[in-house]
């Protein structure tokens, strides 16, 4: 059972970090997703993500809609508690979850069928609101678990395994949440760790909601000739726009760099983010640059990778909401049941 | 039409046999008229001069221009559901004017807009024309808001013809106008001009007058929509997430109100509270089961095309074992159905909402006073229960106004169900599982995310008692029938029926919600002009409690009175029944749209009487 790991007493010279944990209170079950799925490979870097960054696992919600990407928050993270909710539909039970309790730490798990088609309307929504949530989406473009269907981030032209071509424009996650008002936007690939890696360590650290929308390869239906989001594609076309660093609030800035060539973000917990640029002019901070950028990379057939766009410090949807401090979920009776008289009043109005 | 009717002069009714608080007003309008102040006054005034009254809105899906009637009873024995028979009719509406005068028994008194010539239609009737723009151009100079006071000459007219108090009248519209001074001023000055006219001008030849009582002392005056966000109030609601639907929007919209009112911290100006309007009924039911999952108490409030739409998530949280509460304000369906009219169409849908072997808790309130008390129930019984909660209103309960006793102060504490914090766990000395039946009630033990306490992962797929993944065939079953024993459990915990016997009868009627007001006039009815006694049974919630099949052994023909057309309740009674009692059961239906009346189920079980039984 996904329960508390009973963390055995730490071997001697096991690395912790600073809440003296070592990594296994961040693994999960055993994955049961192919051997060589992008998911796993995401998979490891939220472990080592989460447990770079010190967060205590009893504080994270790990949710998911239905498919391949939505079975694998079983695979990391066992002290959190976790939610395999219904299709397309993890945004809803992700704000509820952060409603009842802002103290958690929420990651969501989807996929692009899970967002870009059946789960669009909440995926649109979710963006809207800004809600202290990381939505990750393991993008393949396809269908895994019923076996290699088109989903609607299939590019245009790509070919299924089957030899069907897609005639249809993809949804481009990273652009739709741009518009839509996300204050966190990324794109990475499975298979760069360090990339993934840091913007995980970002995407933790921004208090707003984070899109990241990962390529991440399906090994048995998507990976052949002529697919574009094929391992040997990707890795081709894969045009990062810069070197993602970050150093978090509780590290000392020691990162040497040139402020011509590498934009500076203070995230609002303060940690920071360090772009190196590779496109001279690109801003991450500019919402027109972000968008221009993406559509132009996609007319060339790349992906742009790495932070497209950011903006640390927008009011969440908790702040919008003024919400008291403490988790609702937690206040006492006293707290929420006004007393008599009131009821007194209210019927006087009535009578 | 008119050319067909007699041309002699019209016969009028006799005034001499007064007919006296007792009698029903149907008010017809134009939508978006203004008239619904008017008519709540009306219906206060009553109220205040102590005779027992109800209103009922019927009103098109539109904003402006299309026709609308308001109708007031007042009955001095206390009946307070619809009753089929207008005896005084205010016609307003020169669209709908001629087809109300036709409905019209002989003997029923017409006010009418002058100009329509209503007089010429009927003979039998008791006609006063008013010229309401005649009389309303004298006390209000603007001439936009003329077609907005000129409701309130018929106010005046009305309590002329029917002797109302014009003391209560004025603090009636005062309580409606009391904020807009200058509004308060013009309409009091259109009263009066209607009551001044006809007192000068018309000549009582009705029947129908009103006398002060005192049946309504220290009663009040309230919606049911209304009376259900008091509910949650008290509740402790924490999450509201909703979507715009008629008859169920008023619901959260009230108890956004008093949320803001009664519910910000009162050190630190903050919101004890989330209230989230969704993207649609999908997400508002997500947003209710991730909040309560987490540990809130959390509702959404609809109506049919959202419980329609919220179908999957309801599975989720019954197999899931996720708590829930979803208000249903029925309106008519089939699809869009009358949007504005009431049924009680949604029992089996909700009952079994989602696909699979879902079965789910239903409660039925039946008057004002138990959508405030089973708010409350719900959210104890979903946090107990660990299922969703479907509390079944309609229309007529939610958006109508109706007299109640005052609510009580709920004296129980609130129930927030078996969930274990770290130590809680701990105690149990390794024995917990997310699924497993500690107790034998069939209900486990759940821990909160961020509660320190050991976690497990929710899941609508397979899994067994340690919530872990499972296609087994015996974990399945264990499971799920597991989950019908939790159901048996909730037979002794949702609100029970009441009951009625009655010895030496073989007659028997079992109802629920609003059809109830009916009911309790029809059995008056069924011994008074009748003789006949007819044994009662109120159904309050499902899953029903063995004392329902009981009471059905004991009569042989049980009339099962219910508003839809496919005798859901009946089906659900046979499912979940005896075998040998389905013969018992009869159904008296009643599904067009406007609230069961008790002349129809009168009607209705003496007719199958006499064709079979009698």
Redesign the interface.
Known sequence: ????AQAPAPAPLKKVNRLQLDVSSYRGSKTTLCAGCGHNAISERIIDAFFEMGVDP??V?K?SGIGCSSKS??YFL?????????HG?M???????????R??LAIGVSGDGDTGAIGI??F??AMRRNLPLIYLVEDNGCYGLTKGQFSPTADFGTKAKNGVVNDLPPIDLCAMAIELGATFVARSFSGDKKQLLSILKAAIAHKGTSLIDVISPCVTFNDHEGSTKSYAYVKAHDDPLGEVSFVPFFEDISVEYEPGSTTRVRMHDGSHLFLRKLEETYNPTDKLAAARLLHETLARGEFATGVIYIEPDKDDFLQL?????E?????P?S????P?A??DQ??DQ?? | MSSTLPASEPQQAQASASVTNDFSIQIATVNGSGSQTANLVLLRTLFQMGIPVSGKNMFPSNIAGLPTWYTIRANRRGYISRKKEIDLLVAMNPETARDDVMGLEPGCAVVYDAPLRLDTLRSDLVFYAVPFDKIVAEVCTDAKLRRLVKNMVYDGVLAELLSMDAGEMQQALARQLGKKPKALALNQAALEAGRTWASEHLTKADPFRVERMDKTT?????EGNTAAA?GC???????V?WYPITPSSSLPETLIRYLRK??M?PE?????????Q???E?????????????????MTSTSGPGISLMS??AG?AYYAEVPAVVFDVQRVGPSTGLPTRTAQGDILFAAFNSHGDTKNVVLLPGSVEECYEMSMASFDLAERLQTVVFVLSDLDLGMNTWMSK??D??EK??DRGKVLDAEGVKALGGTW??YRDLDGDGIPYR??????A????????GHND????TERPDDYTKNVDRLARKFETAKSLVPQPVVEDVAGTQIAIIAYGTTHFAVEESRDQLREEHGVEVAYLRLRAYPFPATVHEFIRRYDRVYVVEQNRDGQMLGLLRIEGEPASAVRLRSVLHYNGLPIDARSITDGILAQEKAGNA
């Open positions: 059972m996904s329960t508390d009893h504080r919600i949710l928050p079983a066992n002290p959190a508690h976790g939610f395999n909710s219904v539909r945004p809803s039970v992700a704000t509820g979850a952060m409603l009842a309790n103290g958690l309307g909440q649109v929504h909401l003024n919400l008291v401090d988790p609702l979920g937690q206040l009776e707290r929420v049941r006004p008599r009131v009821l209210l019927m009535l009578r | 220290g009663q009040i005056l309230i008091m109030l008290f509740a402790g609601v924490t999450v997430a009664y519910r911290d630190t100006g903050k919101a004890t509270f989330a209230v989230v969704a993207e649609d999908i997400a508002s039911l997500g947003m209710v089961i991730g909040a309560s999952w987490a540990g809130a108490r959390a999957e998530f989720l005052p609510f102060y709920p504490p609130i599982g997310r821990t909160l995310p961020g509660s320190g050991p976690a497990y992962f929710t899941r609508g797929s340690m919530a872990l993944y």
